[in-house]
Structure formats: C-alpha cells, structure tokens
C-alpha cells in the first residue's frame, strides 16, 4: 500500500515539471508525486511505449501529463524536447534530471567506450539538459514572474562517497553530477535565483537499480547492515524531491540529499 503524502495537495500547484527519465522507476514515482500535488508534467525518455503507457497512468490519477521522445546525450532532443514543453504549459519551473544508464561489470572488462556511454547519459545529459533549460528557469523568463527562478534537482546516488565493485563508470558520473548540482547552484543561484539541489538514493526496492546491479544474496546481507534494516521505497525519493521542489525548501541550494536510510556510511556490527 502507497504511504500517504503528509505534504498539502497544493504545494507545486500551476508549477511545470519536465523530468528526464520520468517514465519509469524513481523518476516515474516524482512524477506522479509531483503531479498529485498540483504540477504539470512533461516526461522525457527514450521508449515510446515506455513514455505512452507512463502519460496515461498519470493522467488516469487527473495529472496533466505529457511524454516526449529524446535522448539527453543529444542536444537538439533537449532543445526540442523544452520547445515542446513550452509550447504545451507555458512555461518551466521544475526541472528533474533522472535518466540514468547502468550495468554491473569489472573496470578490466568495461571498454573506454561503456565508460563514455554512461558519462555521456549520466553526466553530460544532466549538463545539457540543465543548460538549454537555462532560458525558461530564469526568473522572468517565458511564463515566469520576475520574483523567482525556478528548481532543478539532479539524481544522484552514493556509490562514489567510498568505492562500489563493478561501478567506475557510474560512480565517476554521479560524482561528476554533484559537482555540477554545486557549481550551477552557485552561479545560477547567483545570478538567476535558480535553486539546484541533488538527491542520493540508496537501494530502492523495485527499480531496475536494485533487480539489475543487486542480487537477492548481496542485498539480504546489505540489509542486514542497514541502520534502518529495510530497502527504501520509490516514495521516499520523491518525498524528497517535493521537499526539495516546495518552498520548505527554499534555503536549499547546493547541497545533494542522501536518502538511504544512513546505508552509505554503515559497517558490518563487530
Ligand atoms: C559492459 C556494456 C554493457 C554491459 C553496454 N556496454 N552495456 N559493457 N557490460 N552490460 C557498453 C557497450 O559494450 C558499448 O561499448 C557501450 O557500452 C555502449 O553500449 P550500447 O548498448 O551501444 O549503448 P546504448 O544502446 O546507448 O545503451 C547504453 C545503456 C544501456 C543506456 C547504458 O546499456 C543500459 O544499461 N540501460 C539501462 C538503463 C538503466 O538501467 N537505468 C537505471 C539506472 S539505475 P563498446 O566498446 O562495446 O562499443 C541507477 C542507480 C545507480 O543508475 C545506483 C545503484 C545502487
């Protein structure tokens, strides 16, 4: 059963979202969350059918929806896919970079080219995207008022805090993404009072993160480490992103949110 929101169903109310990824796992749960507390939402992703069968499960919970084809490697898809969202809304306040590529495999069997896809996905898309957004979060940019910019939140994860098996590729792109959500954060926040915040994710349970880079024996043992003793669930995430993207938290900017119920900084009991 789905936890209750202890947030009001108004909070994002005529807010816009565009979320990169939003079609399925963590970044499908911050759309629906920030949909049922009041935004509009444009999904990005690369799978049509991905993107149809996502649209219509917002919209059956009454959330204006709409998904867009593109790759955030490349720009004219992010340029396009903005367009449209303009086009269809008016306008851009959150912006939510959650695509993410992954695959387990050892640094000696991972080619230059593997390492480059996921950079490119991770870390460059993130770029890209928060780049060509730059226009429509402005504050008195399309649609907006002159009074505030808008949000951007980056995911993120917590496997280069230590060293994680199997993941250079990835833990060099989500440290490269935190270094981004700081350095937009200080120049945008700046300049252009844009709010750019991350979140971390620990083990969620039913995404692919987990299925796919965990398997069953490995993550019994990790919970058994577990502070909190449990995986967490996508609603966690997205608790955090409305946080995030909500005017609680409007003194945030910089900072990447660890969501893992205290995992990352946890060592087997002696
Ligand atoms: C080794 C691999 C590989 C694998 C791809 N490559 N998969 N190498 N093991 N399993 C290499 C290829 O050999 C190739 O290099 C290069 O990467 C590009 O591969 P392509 O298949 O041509 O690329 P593409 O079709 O663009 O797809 C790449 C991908 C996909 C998007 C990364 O493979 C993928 O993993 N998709 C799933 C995305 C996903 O699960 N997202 C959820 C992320 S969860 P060569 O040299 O051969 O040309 C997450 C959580 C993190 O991020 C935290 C976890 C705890």
Known sequence: MESRSPFKGDILRGKV??????GSGIGFEISAQ???HGASIAIMGRRKTVLDAAVSALQSQGI?????EGDVRKQ???VRV???TIKQFGKLDILVNAAAGNFLVPAEDLSPNGF???MDIDSVGTFTMCHEALKYLKKGGPGKDSSSGGIIINISATLHYTASWYQIHVSAAKAAVDSITRSLALEWGTDYDIRVNGIAPGPIGDTAGVSKLAPDEIMKKSIENQPLYKLGEKWDIAMAALYLASDAGKYINGTTLVVDGGLWLSSPRR
């Open 17 to 22: 979202a565009l979320l990169t990824g939003g």
């Open 34 to 36: 920030l949909g049922k």
């Open 64 to 68: 204006q929806a709409i998904g867009l």
């Open 76 to 78: 004219d898809d992010a």
């Open 82 to 84: 903005l367009e449209s």
């Open 116 to 118: 480059r896809t996921v």
